[in-house]
Nanobody, 124 residues
Framework: QVRLVESGGDSVQAGGSLRLTCTASGLTFADYSMAWFRQAPGKAREGVSYISAGGTIHYADFVQGRFTVSRDDAKNMVTLQMNGLKVEDTAMYYC??????????????????WGQGTQVTVSS
């Protein structure tokens, strides 16, 4: 079965950096578009970044210029480099595999497999 495992979350001070990694198994990784979502306590889940199987990339407006998404199909891995972290970036971060293309890149309903999440905490 498909398994997505995130890692790299940590507690950092504002302005710091983290590198999140999602390693996939049980699928032909290169065939799938992947995304990062996040959810803070009491808030709705939101799309952070997206990278298609062909390498098309999208970012949420709130991370433009600070985060960089990349993928390594040989390693079945998608990475989110996060720089200039802000307190409001505090959330659980999830990677997900896109199964269908009905909505926008940040439409969670289009994603059928999710990791367990990795916690990012940014303090002032």
């Amino acid at each position: 079965q498909v398994r997505l495992v995130e890692s790299g979350g940590d507690s950092v001070q504002a302005g710091g950096s983290l590198r999140l990694t999602c390693t996939a198994s049980g699928l032909t990784f290169a065939d799938y578009s992947m995304a990062w979502f996040r959810q803070a306590p009491g808030k709705a889940r939101e799309g952070v970044s997206y990278i298609s199987a062909g390498g098309t990339i999208h970012y949420a407006d709130f991370v433009q210029g600070r985060f960089t998404v990349s993928r390594d199909d040989a390693k079945n891995m998608v990475t989110l480099q996060m720089n200039g972290l802000k307190v409001e970036d505090t959330a659980m971060y999830y990677c997900a595999r896109r199964a269908v293309y009905r909505g926008w890149w940040y439409s969670a309903d289009d994603f059928d497999n999710w990791g367990q999440g990795t916690q990012v905490t940014v303090s002032s």
